[in-house]
């Protein structure tokens, strides 16, 4: 019973939760040539793609050694070799019993299960999988140590302590390659200190459409920024090919992601469709490939992404021909996060169709094992192309060989390991303050308000100024980001700081107030604000309006330039946004993007130094097109009736003199987004949800402060926590739900993106019945999870949160269509209070319950 019929009552109308698909047009740096061939969806034709050239011929002695490995595996190893699992879903125990070829730990998964575990634990848990692989009973095949993957995509950023490079985005804007080898080398020497040999990174994505939550890790919306990076950086993850140290010593095997296309989709939709003519997907988006295979890039990572509805995890055309064939690319191909289980036809644990379109790992994050059952089962079926599969095998042992892992030894015991005194250390923090000071971009400095005097009363404000997880962004310690806090970032500092540190030097003084107040008389006021930590998918928005229904960032900026105090933005975002009434409301503007642990760097450009001849300018140019409205998108340089509010290049620097005029505010479009993913707040619900209460067979809507279902089996009330109603208090006297209702929507990609279902909860009295929590669709139950275990951990009348995996009430498929993602039942008398009830990033602290 419970609520389905109140699920009936209310499926009626479909609530389109769907982003505007305005089309990523494609606008190419050149012409078209008379190439455009193929007219058939999703088909290429791999001729009319550049060529390309790995630096290190195949080695003859090298592939016998292969060869020779290859005659001695038995066909468990072989399709062992070529899946990988995550460390949240593997064991070591349980790579004794299955034979993978590699593991990862995707960014919320850590030793332990703790995000912030030390360097120590790190290492400790590489030695473990390398012991239990060497204890795996291999059938008499030869012992091929698993390699470790990790997102080391702005540092090491995965460790507590180590240094956090400014994001993709930022580095684009300096400009400089040169540094971008420096920050490789760097990245890869602290990834060996825990014993890890593989990162994922660098992303290669020509970013289209700024709405796409992952638009911080392309480099820049024009290939020419990423093109003349790609070659830099991964010679400096990986060491000079040829070099003794190439992929050894101090450095580590890198992967070009995601081919292709992936910054290409239509509305910035995350794991979309790329619907770019052929000619725009080769010149545009796939065009740091050829650079990065010519640099020696060993790994390419698979897009999630689709072009011309195909997706690239089996798109033979990309994969095999294009790559392997055209490019010559001799290094493995690796799936992403369940990548394969997209394709047509396929589940996470069946899918033959990836590796013979040309994938030669899969990414199997959770599903390795049925994976691994299946795929031996189908090999030993004769269903597998075993020329496909040695081939996919040999692939990966090359690179294996090449990096030296077979004669490594214990991860322990390599150079580097255990020297937790470089993590961090003074000089790679030098250089990625460095890349801080490079990737700003001045956009306004009104009556040459910067650089600012060290030795005047500054105040720092806005909740950005004391923040490191804020100006870290995603990928940093969690998967989206979220949840850190200064004291995650040992060694790091944050901008006001940095502020402090050489204001207090120079005899001024620095105040901190996060919103602002203060009784002294200050000079001058710099406030940091911006967006909040994000990544894939969880960032996607609707519209490049900064901030829509919270203006507290503008009024703060306004109540200082309103008291003719000179105001100083520092602007925290992963895109360029629509801020006009912020531009408005300062003097000066700093596009700061996510700048990472070393956030002093912005105070060295800001103030101005003691000796003119040292002192540091502005060198940052946009290499993303900013726009004038918040629905001004894509925008990208080169195409057709361009017209940003501050174009690709731009940047002031301290010998500049323009004045920026004042901006309309006028968004000139509703901007304001629907927010879908918060139920209950404030003391009712969100809308577009409402409450039921359901008893019997029928149930009631609630609006005002207090209800009850239709035969008074369940009461609602309000009451006063914090503030005034800000809670309702939830009185079961017999079987009933407390409902949240709404049309229906797809709930399926939050579950694959690790989203939890949030609740903070009081239970006043020892309930007597059993109480669940519940998702429903509109025929029924899709899924339940029992509090018990929570009820009966709770002390009475105290506040907890709790956060259950969505993933755990059911299978992602299955919620595709869900009209309650919120159903309190209890079977029983029972009393809670509710204050917040909403979808949330998982952090680590999200889990199962018993169903
Ligand atoms: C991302 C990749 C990442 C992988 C492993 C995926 O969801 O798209 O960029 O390397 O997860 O964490
Ligand atoms: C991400 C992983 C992340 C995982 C969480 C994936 O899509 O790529 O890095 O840890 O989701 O389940």
């Known amino acids: 019973m419970r609520s389905k019929l109140v699920i009936g009552m209310l499926f009626a109308q479909l609530l389109c939760c769907c982003l505007s698909s305005v089309q990523g047009q494609a606008a190419s740096p050149a012409e078209p040539l008379n190439n455009e061939v193929h007219s058939v969806a999703g088909e290429i034709n791999a001729e009319i793609w550049p060529q390309a050239q790995?630096?290190?011929?195949?080695?003859?002695?090298?592939?016998?050694?292969?060869?020779?490995?290859?005659?001695?595996?038995?066909?468990?190893?072989?399709?062992?070799?070529?899946?990988?699992?995550?460390?949240?879903?593997?064991?070591?125990?349980?790579?004794?019993?299955?034979?993978?070829?590699?593991?990862?730990?995707?960014?919320?998964?850590?030793?332990?299960?703790?995000?912030?575990?030390?360097?120590?634990?790190?290492?400790?848990?590489?030695?473990?999988?390398?012991?239990?692989?060497?204890?795996?009973?291999?059938?008499?095949?030869?012992?091929?140590?698993?390699?470790?993957g990790t997102d080391a995509v702005h540092g090491h950023n995965n460790i507590v302590g180590a240094t956090f490079f400014p994001h993709n985005i930022g580095l684009g804007c300096a400009r400089n390659p040169q540094l971008l080898g420096k920050i490789g080398a760097i990245t890869a020497l602290e990834t060996r200190i825990t014993g890890l040999e593989w990162t994922f990174a660098p992303t290669v994505a020509i970013v289209r459409d700024d709405r796409w939550g992952r638009t911080y890790e392309g480099y820049?919306?024009?290939?020419?920024?990423?093109?003349?990076?790609?070659?830099?950086?991964?010679?400096?993850?990986?060491?000079?090919?040829?070099?003794?140290?190439?992929?050894?010593?101090?450095?580590?095997?890198?992967?070009?992601?995601?081919?292709?296309?992936?910054?290409?989709?239509?509305?910035?939709?995350?794991?979309?469709?790329?619907?770019?003519?052929?000619?725009?997907?080769?010149?545009?988006?796939?065009?740091?490939?050829?650079?990065?295979?010519?640099?020696?890039?060993?790994?390419?990572?698979?897009?999630?992404?689709?072009?011309?509805?195909?997706?690239?995890?089996?798109?033979?055309?990309?994969?095999?021909?294009?790559?392997?064939?055209?490019?010559?690319?001799?290094?493995?191909?690796?799936?992403?996060?369940?990548?394969?289980?997209?394709?047509?036809?396929?589940?996470n644990t069946d899918c033959l169709a990836a590796l013979h379109a040309g994938l030669d790992m899969y990414m199997a994050a959770g599903s390795w094992k049925g994976l691994f059952e299946t795929t031996l089962k189908q090999a030993e079926n004769g269903e597998v192309n075993m020329d496909r599969l040695d081939d996919a095998v040999r692939r990966i042992l090359r690179v294996k060989i090449r990096s030296g892992l077979m004669e490594a030894g214990l991860p322990s015991t390599r150079p580097l390991a255990g020297q937790y005194d470089q993590l961090g250390k003074p000089e790679h923090r030098a250089v990625a303050r460095q890349a801080v000071r490079e990737s700003l971009v001045l956009l306004k400095n009104n009556s040459g308000v910067l650089p600012l005097s060290p030795s005047s009363t500054i105040l720092v404000a806005g909740d950005g100024a004391d923040d490191i997880g804020k100006q870290s962004g995603g990928w940093s310690l969690t998967w989206q980001g979220t949840g850190n806090t200064k004291k995650d970032f040992p060694g790091g500092s944050s901008v006001y700081d940095g502020i402090q540190q050489q204001v207090e030097a120079a005899g001024g003084k620095a105040l901190l107030a996060v919103d602002g107040n203060t009784e002294e008389k200050v000079d001058v006021a710099v406030v940091v604000f911006g967006e909040d930590p994000y990544a894939e998918f969880q960032g996607d928005v609707q519209t490049l309006a900064y901030s829509p229904t919270d203006d507290t960032d503008y009024r703060l900026l306004k109540k200082f330039k309103d008291a003719g105090i000179p105001t100083?933005?520092?602007?925290?975002?992963?895109?360029?946004?629509?801020?006009?009434?912020?531009?408005?409301?300062?003097?000066?503007?700093?596009?700061?993007?996510?700048?990472?642990?070393?956030?002093?760097?912005?105070?060295?450009?800001?103030?101005?130094?003691?000796?003119?001849?040292?002192?540091?300018?502005?060198?940052?140019?946009?290499?993303?097109?900013?726009?004038?409205?918040?629905?001004?998108?894509?925008?990208?340089?080169?195409?057709?009736?361009?017209?940003?509010?501050?174009?690709?290049?731009?940047?002031?620097?301290?010998?500049?003199?323009?004045?920026l005029a004042s901006l309309s505010e006028d968004p000139e479009t509703d901007y304001v987004g629907s927010n879908v993913?918060?139920?209950?707040?404030?003391?009712?619900?969100?809308?577009?949800?409402?409450?039921?209460?359901?008893?019997?067979?029928?149930?009631?809507?609630?609006?005002g402060t207090k209800g009850s279902s239709p035969n008074k089996v369940l009461e609602l009330i309000s009451e006063d926590d914090q503030a005034q109603e800000d809670v309702k208090t939830i009185k079961f006297s017999g079987p009933s739900s407390f409902v949240i209702s709404s049309s229906a929507i797809d709930l399926s990609r939050q579950s694959t993106g690790d989203m939890a279902l949030y609740i903070r909860y009081r239970i006043n009295e020892p309930p007597e019945g059993n109480l669940s929590l519940a998702i429903d669709g509109p025929e029924g139950g899709l899924g339940r999870q029992s509090l018990a275990g929570e009820v009966a951990a709770a002390e009475m009348g105290q506040w907890k949160e709790l956060s259950v995996k969505l993933s755990c009430f059911c299978d992602a498929a299955n919620l595709k269509s869900v009209t309650s993602p919120v159903v309190i039942h209890s079977s029983g008398k029972a009393s809670i209070s509710i204050s917040d009830i909403r979808l949330m990033a998982n952090e680590g602290q999200a889990k199962c319950l018993q169903p």
Not at 570 to 592: K, T
Not at 684 to 702: E, F, N, T
């Open 677 to 703: 993913e918060k139920f209950f707040a404030a003391g009712k619900a969100v809308a577009p949800w409402r409450i039921y209460l359901a008893d019997g067979v029928s149930s009631a809507l609630v609006e």
């Open 54 to 148: 790995g630096p290190i011929a195949l080695d003859p002695a090298l592939e016998k050694r292969i060869d020779g490995l290859l005659n001695q595996m038995t066909l468990r190893q072989k399709v062992g070799q070529i899946i990988q699992g995550d460390i949240g879903s593997i064991t070591p125990e349980d790579v004794k019993k299955y034979p993978l070829g590699s593991i990862l730990n995707g960014g919320n998964s850590a030793p332990g299960g703790d995000n912030r575990a030390t360097a120590e634990k790190w290492l400790a848990l590489a030695d473990e999988f390398y012991k239990a692989s060497q204890a795996c009973d291999l059938g008499g095949g030869p012992f091929i140590p698993m390699i470790w």
């Open 568 to 659: 100083v933005a520092v602007f925290i975002s992963g895109r360029p946004m629509w801020v006009n009434r912020e531009l408005n409301a300062c003097d000066a503007f700093v596009a700061a993007w996510l700048p990472g642990s070393e956030g002093v760097g912005i105070a060295d450009v800001i103030l101005k130094s003691a000796d003119d001849a040292v002192q540091n300018d502005f060198k940052g140019k946009l290499s993303y097109s900013w726009p004038k409205l918040p629905n001004q998108t894509p925008l990208n340089v080169g195409s057709r009736d361009y017209d940003p509010l501050f174009e690709y290049g731009f940047g002031l620097t301290y010998a500049d003199q323009t004045e």
């Open 220 to 347: 820049s919306e024009a290939p020419e920024v990423t093109v003349s990076y790609v070659a830099e950086l991964v010679k400096g993850i990986q060491g000079e090919a040829g070099s003794d140290d190439f992929l050894k010593g101090p450095h580590v095997i890198s992967t070009a992601k995601h081919f292709c296309g992936d910054g290409g989709t239509a509305g910035g939709k995350d794991q979309g469709d790329n619907q770019m003519s052929e000619y725009d997907l080769m010149t545009l988006q796939a065009a740091p490939y050829p650079v990065a295979v010519e640099a020696g890039v060993q790994c390419v990572m698979a897009s999630f992404s689709s072009w011309q509805g195909k997706k690239l995890h089996g798109h033979k055309g990309l994969l095999t021909d294009v790559l392997k064939g055209r490019m010559n690319f001799d290094g493995f191909v690796v799936g992403d996060w369940e990548g394969h289980g997209q394709l047509p036809g396929c589940s």
